[in-house]
């Protein structure tokens, strides 16, 4: 069973900047073989997602693209994001997540239900 645990959060002013990492276990877990996502959670609205990684392309939500940077390094089997220019909009919990099933992109339109693998959550806080 993966297990993803996420860190990096913490409280900015806006136009500052964080870095989050997941880091993911399991016995034969290769985080490689799955489309890797961060999905956010603001209080009171839905989980989005945020960005997707799998074999080097990548998805942005248009509501930060431009601004947040996904990455993943196999050998750590780790993912990343890389958050600049934050605003107050971006405060909210953000999630590290895995596709269903290995070997497969990750969707044109990512949703939440794609993914059944979470880790349980980061906090961003963005002040203004």
């Known amino acids: 069973q993966v297990q993803l645990v996420e860190s990096g959060g913490g409280s900015v002013q806006a136009g500052g900047s964080l870095r989050l990492s997941c880091a993911a276990s399991?016995?034969?877990?290769?985080?490689?073989?799955?489309?890797m996502g961060w999905f956010r959670q603001a209080p009171g609205k839905e989980r989005e997602v945020v960005a997707t990684?799998?074999?080097?392309?990548?998805y942005y939500a248009d509501s930060v693209n431009g601004r947040f940077t996904i990455s993943r390094n196999s050998a750590k089997n780790t993912i990343g994001l890389q958050m600049s220019n934050l605003t107050p909009e971006d405060t909210a919990m953000y999630y590290c997540?895995?596709?269903?099933?290995?070997?497969?992109?990750?969707?044109?339109?990512?949703?939440?239900?794609?993914?059944?693998?979470w880790g349980k959550g980061t906090k961003v806080t963005v002040s203004s």
């Open positions: 990684i799998y074999s080097g392309a990548t």
């Open positions: 399991g016995y034969t877990f290769q985080l490689m073989a799955y489309c």
């Open positions: 997540a895995a596709q269903t099933d290995p070997w497969v992109p990750c969707g044109a339109r990512p949703t939440a239900k794609e993914y059944s693998s």
